[in-house]
């Protein structure tokens, strides 16, 4: 009878395993990870909002291209660079559209998205001048300036436009942030990993290929250009 008991507790338990791991493996593959977006796409920056928007389509459609473990969805709303409406928008992404990330454009708008990063735990990437928009937790700083030649060939044989200021930075920026969700496993029971695990596992990049050449991320936050 003892061996009975001890075969049907064996049994259980590795069903319980099996149901857990399955149910995990489940939930990764059908995650869904909104990122919310807020551009200039109207107003005197347009240009710069509209091809930075390129970009980041550009970015995805090449990630629709592979196997991945999470689906992906951007939804953009256009701030007209006004930093009010800017606030206003990441609000509305992060609480009506539940952006897993956010990415802002330019200054002000970053400005008022570092707060609510850190309220709503949600990573935060921009491209925008200032020593205080990076913090290394939830918030991330991508200025630099340089962009490879075939990242501009590329955008011109999808676009037929150059790239305007930043449309590299945040094609980076949303290929960083993919790239670490198809690299960071949630924790049990979760369908996406958490904002803290992704900001961990950021930081792990090292001498990443980007379209802003080879980069690492400081402890700051900042995407910096490594060594060669």
């Known amino acids: 009878m003892r061996k009975l008991i001890s075969f049907i507790l064996l049994i259980l338990v590795f069903w319980g395993t099996w149901h857990l791991y399955n149910k995990q493996a489940q939930s990764k593959k059908g995650g869904i990870v909104n990122i919310g977006i807020t551009l200039p796409l109207s107003g005197k920056n347009a240009e710069t909002g509209l091809a930075a928007q390129d970009a980041m389509n ?13 689906q992906y969805r951007l939804f953009y709303q256009d701030d007209s660079g006004d930093p009010e409406k800017a606030g206003k928008n990441l609000s509305n992404l992060i609480e009506k559209q539940n952006a897993a990330a956010i990415i802002t454009l330019w200054t002000p708008a970053a400005q008022k998205a570092i707060p609510l990063a850190d ?46 200021s930043c449309s590299s930075n945040l094609y980076d920026a949303l290929n960083l942030l993919i790239f670490t969700y198809e690299n960071t496993s949630p924790a049990w029971g979760d369908s996406l990993p958490s904002a803290e695990r992704i900001s961990r596992n950021l930081h792990k990049l090292s001498n990443h290929t980007t379209a802003s050449g080879q980069i690492f991320i400081s402890p700051r ?4 250009q490594a060594e060669e």
Do not use: Q
């Open 119 to 164: 309220k709503f735990r949600r990573i935060h990437f921009t491209c925008a001048i200032g020593n205080d928009l990076s913090d290394g937790r939830y918030n991330f700083n991508h200025y630099l300036s340089y962009h490879t030649d075939k990242f501009t060939e590329t955008f011109f044989n999808t676009t037929g436009k150059l790239p305007a």
């Open 58 to 70: 550009l970015a995805l459609k090449e990630w629709k291209n592979r196997k991945t473990s999470y």
């Open 221 to 224: 936050g900042e995407v910096l």
